[in-house]
């Protein structure tokens, strides 16, 4: 079901607040496939993990193969209900990769380039992060040299 024009699709920081503030039981079922889309459990662990109350749960849970629409049910059960500031702690304002690389990465999530830069620098701390990238930028045509010289793989 696409959107009408001039509604926005959800974002990963709209489905951080679903799952920590609203906790609606029916929020899967109201959401359109375009948003079920933008949700993505390792970006939803990763920033429930900011939160140090919560790391050892986020890690327990992490570990089960989940579907999204379970993550957000097991989260809304066990996390209590508020909103939270979830900080993450970002490098320097300097970006690593050249800028095609976040306009793809903001293509792929359909968010901001603002936003697709934060995802980068969670999704490089890791080697599945880095992967991650590298998989959507062969989606979208990048040569496997461009990738290499980008220490992606």
Known sequence: MAKPKGIKK???FDHIQA???????NYWEEISDDDKKSWSNYMVNRFLSMKMDWVELVNEVQRYPLQPEEL???YTNILPKKRQWLKYVKGDKKMKYPKWVYE????DMQVSIKQAVSAV???EMTAGGQSEIADVL???GTEEKEVRKLGLI
């Open 138 to 140: 062969f989606k979208y």
């Open 121 to 123: 620098e969670i999704l």
């Open 72 to 74: 957000y049910k097991v």
């Open 104 to 107: 793809i990465i903001a293509k």
């Open 19 to 25: 799952v920590t503030s609203q906790q609606s039981p």
């Open 10 to 12: 959800k974002s990963l």
